[in-house]
């Protein structure tokens, strides 16, 4: 079985189990000096984690070239992640893709900080398209049409798109939640390292702002090894059918969905998130 499935959410076996994330949810403990980058699969995950590792160290690259990006911020729900992250000691940095329901409960009680990174869903959908059929942990997609019914139905690795930015962005006006885009970090790179910057209680001089943004972008990371999932086994990805760092770009869905298929996507898209209050860069 590729998948199993927690409080209604599908995860993959390859990385997860019922146990870890019970255990997560319920005695996991988040601590004060932890910053945590959330994200749903295919939104940037990678590229936050690589400026947040490149604004730690002022912006040189040597840490986030000599570590690979897991090590650097285990991700909690896989079995590896979870053991690195009880063996780091604080201040941690960790990643995530769960949603806000089952995440650590502890998270509440405490002043860790979140970066939450969100994405045009639908860009989010074609790169989840492209990953799935490399990654052998993730279901063979089929083609677009299927998988896009898939994907509205939330019956992928970690549930729908819209109930985890749903979930997540209720904390929105909390004091140590941060959210960010995708698109913003590709069209206005150096205010969000800024603002990053901030978060971490760091100034960066223009100097050093630079160079975490020459450092973190597509092509510098597409050829660092410790980024690119070109260390990952071939047991789990596939290096002949893909590429992790594929486009790197906003608008890719144009060439692959229909004008039809694009209405039918923003007509789920405006009943499932008409409650939400943030306006998108996407809307
Ligand atoms: P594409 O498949 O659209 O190219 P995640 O890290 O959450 O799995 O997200 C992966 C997506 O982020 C991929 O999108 C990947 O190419 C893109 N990405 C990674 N690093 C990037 C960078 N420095 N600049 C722009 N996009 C990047």
Do not use: C
């Not at 997560?24 to 403990?29: A, D, G, I, K, V």
């Not at 940037?44 to 911020?73: A, C, F, K, Y």
């Not at 205010?191 to 990053?196: E, F």
């Amino acid at each position: 079985m590729l998948y199993f499935n927690y409080k209604g959410i599908l995860f993959p076996t390859i990385s997860s189990s019922v146990k870890i994330l019970n255990y997560l949810e319920n005695e996991f403990q988040i601590l004060d000096d932890d910053i945590v980058t959330v994200t749903y699969p295919k939104s940037g995950t990678n590229w936050m984690l690589e400026i947040l590792g490149l604004i730690q160290h002022d912006g040189d690259p040597s840490w986030v070239r000599s570590l690979p990006v897991w090590d650097r911020s285990p991700w909690i729900e896989t079995e590896d992640g979870l053991k690195k992250a009880l063996a780091d000691s604080p201040p941690r940095r960790l990643s995530s893709h769960l949603q806000f329901q089952i995440f650590p409960k502890s998270f509440l009680n405490s002043k860790a900080k979140i970066i939450y990174v969100m994405r045009n869903p639908k860009d989010v959908l074609v790169s989840h398209y492209h990953f799935s059929k490399s990654f052998k942990g993730f279901q063979d997609p089929g083609t677009i049409e299927e998988f896009l019914e898939t994907f509205l139905k939330g019956d992928v690795p970690f549930g729908s798109w819209f109930d985890h930015v749903r979930g997540w962005m209720e904390l929105k006006d909390r004091p140590n939640f941060f959210f960010f885009t995708y698109e913003e970090l590709l069209h206005n790179p150096r205010d969000s390292v800024k603002k990053l910057g901030q978060i971490f209680g760091k100034t960066l001089n223009s100097q050093q702002i630079d160079s975490v943004v020459e450092n973190a972008s597509f092509h510098k990371m597409k050829d660092n090894k410790m980024s690119n999932f070109s260390q990952v086994p071939d047991k789990y990805f596939d290096h002949n059918t893909g590429n992790f760092m594929r486009k790197g770009v906003s608008g890719d869905w144009k060439n692959h969905l229909t004008v039809a298929q694009s209405e039918y996507f923003d007509r789920v898209y405006q009943e499932k998130m008409q409650h939400v209050n943030v306006t998108f860069q996407w809307d």
